[in-house]
């Protein structure tokens, strides 16, 4: 059994780069770097930090260029592929990228036009919630309600004896 995945958390180090190619396919390539902290033997705190190269390909990059910005924080979804190729000396090259399958966005800085952090929300009111008759007929069950009907009162659901014939299986 073979697996190709990668999940990486980190933020943007660069805004995305969204270019075409020839035959007309979006491409985005974002550069992401992560951290890694730790304690070493003799008690000191370690941190090392990993830069990443991840290209998204269509629609994926499309959202990427669009809502990801240098600093942003993204998780990424993908595999790994190394490319290869000859330099103008000759040399041969090698590259591994991370093929991104799935993006999940990060919470927005403070100051971003649509904020979603505590200082933007308790700024601005909530908006009136939206009718909707399919689940505004749904009753609420008051804390005082018996969960259960047909329990006598006074009587613990633990204490009501189940039926056998009471059983799905």
């Known amino acids: 059994m073979n697996l190709n995945k990668v999940f990486l958390i980190g933020r943007l180090t660069q805004d995305p780069e969204a270019r075409s190619t020839p035959t007309g396919q979006n491409v985005t390539t974002l550069r992401m770097a992560t951290n890694r902290v730790w304690t070493d033997a003799s008690g000191q705190r370690k941190d090392a930090t ?3 190269t991840v290209v998204a390909w269509r ?9 990801l910005k240098k600093g942003g924080l993204v998780m990424i979804e993908g595999r790994l592929q190394t490319r290869s190729w000859t330099d ?3 040399n041969k090259r090698y590259m591994t990228e991370i093929l991104a399958e799935s993006l999940q966005l990060g919470p927005k ?8 952090m505590v200082r933007d929300i308790q700024k601005n009111p909530a908006p009136a919630p939206i009718k909707n008759p399919e689940t505004d007929n749904i009753p609420i069950i008051d804390e005082n309600e018996p969960m259960h009907q047909g329990v006598a009162e006074g009587v613990e659901e633990d204490e009501v004896k189940i039926k056998e014939e009471d059983l799905p299986f």
């Open 50 to 52: 990993e830069y990443h």
């Open 59 to 67: 629609r994926l990059g499309e959202i990427a260029a669009q809502y």
């Open 88 to 90: 103008q000396s000759n």
């Open 109 to 116: 800085p403070y100051g971003s036009e649509a904020g979603n």
